[in-house]
């Protein structure tokens, strides 16, 4: 915390003032995380004062914001692109990511208790190219010549309060390894940390996340499970569909009845973690060999949801051969007919 203000002092972030009567004031809050490698080991305890946005109006209180988030899409195309150049890719840490920027209008901020812009930079120098990918306080970066690395990390360190990590091995819980012939991405932690949270590591492992003759409905005679337990379930199972697309649309399907769970529901759910025990290690990966041209598929079962009577469509592109992006999500609307008509 300590830290997190010497760096407001350093980069001058305000002036403390009286409290201003005729102008609306923004309230802060301190949220404390740890962050973590890839093996679970705490390397570093991060402190963050962050401006409570739900208290301010739109048209009011600000006009536009500013969210350097990248879509985890974009972070697995960054890495299939890196794959294929040929790049080591490394990862910084913004030590402050409170205010870096230069505001045009005065703001008040209370002091704290005890259009969107890219996230996706791309810097061309001569025949050489260096990436560079943001997500809030994390950046990773890449480039086809070695010493264009050495020369952004030096003018961001030397301009900014940052930490140089090395080379990525691990980013919002994906795992990531880099080899002399592609990038393997995974949650193999994540995974048994949901074995052990879930009381699955006794349980014998399936070769399908769900039987195909098993149709899900509301079950509404079926016992009741508790909702909070289901819900969590299901939260994690959606987060680790950021590398094993083999879940998604069952993970969806079960997600359908989060409002009312039953034990069919629950028990479904779970032995999508019983095929997840004997698959633990499944990930993506991004060879460097190969072309680069986006290729997409889409298909959906007709009249598939026992419920509504609608259907599921499905969707994955892929950047030659490295599956970069995915989704499984029921229609809108019920379709009566397989055929197409125009008019």
Known sequence: MQEEL????????????????????????????NKMNEEGSVVRNKARLVAKGYC??????????????????AI???????????????????????????LEEEVYVEQPLGKVDR????????????????????????STNKELCDKFSNLMQGKFEMSMMGELTFLLGLQVKQLKDGTFISQTKYTRDLMKKFGMEEKS???????????????????PVDQTRYRALIGSLLYLTAS????????????????????????????????????????????KEGGFKLIGYSDSDYDGCRVDRK??????????????????KKQNSTATSTKSSST
């Open 76 to 102: 697995r195309m960054f890495l299939a692109y890196d794959a294929h150049k040929n790049f080591t890719v490394y990862q910084m840490d913004v030590k402050s990511a409170f205010l870096n920027g230069l």
């Open 119 to 142: 996230t996706l930079f791309r810097i061309q120098d001569g025949e050489s190219i260096l990436l560079v990918q943001i997500y809030v306080d994390d950046i990773i970066f890449g």
């Open 205 to 223: 492992s399936v070769k399908i996340p769900m039987n195909t003759s098993v149709k899900m409905y509301m079950d509404a005679d079926g016992k």
């Open 311 to 328: 259907s599921t469509s499905g969707t994955c592109q892929m950047l030659g051969n490295r599956l970069v992006s995915w989704f499984s």
């Open 244 to 287: 094993r697309p083999d879940i998604t649309f069952v993970v969806g399907v079960c997600a359908r009845f989060q409002s009312a769970p039953k034990e069919s529901h629950m028990t479904a759910a779970k032995r999508i973690l019983r095929y997840l025990k004997g698959c633990q290690d499944v990930g993506l990966w991004y060879p």
């Open 56 to 73: 301010q109006e739109e048209g009011i209180d600000f006009d536009e914001t500013f969210a350097p988030v990248a879509r985890l899409e």
């Open 6 to 33: 010497n760096q407001f002092e350093r980069n001058k972030v305000w002036e403390l003032v009286q409290r201003p009567t005729h102008q609306n004031v923004i309230c802060t809050k301190w949220v404390f995380r």
